[in-house]
């Protein structure tokens, strides 16, 4: 699959903040990737229970989605009813 710009930009950032602790104690270096990782984690997760959304509105159905995103029709149906908009989606 090819890369998008916006996703090679954010890797090069993600890189180029990986590379700045280098010369820190272990312990700091390892709490800020561990904030690193969990953060991004976040904002995909947010982001993809957002398209989720969106497709859904569209009228895919779960198991597409599910495809698309790599996990269960289950877990998006999980996931859709932890939105804000859930009585919309599952219409």
């Known amino acids: 699959m090819a890369e998008f ?3 090679a ?3 090069s950032d993600v890189e180029r ?3 700045e602790p280098v010369g820190l104690a272990p ?3 390892l709490r800020r990737l561990a904030e690193l990782r969990v953060m991004l984690a976040a904002v ?3 982001a993809s229970t957002a398209a989720m ?3 859904r509105g569209e009228g895919w159905g779960l198991r597409r989605i599910g495809q698309h995103v790599g996990l269960s029709h289950e877990q998006v149906r999980r996931m859709l009813a932890d939105t804000p908009s859930a009585g919309e989606v599952g219409r």
């Open 5 to 7: 710009e916006g996703v």
């Open 9 to 11: 930009f954010i890797r």
């Open 17 to 19: 903040f990986c590379g």
């Open 27 to 29: 312990a700091i270096r």
């Open 44 to 46: 995909v997760a947010d």
């Open 53 to 55: 959304a969106d497709a």
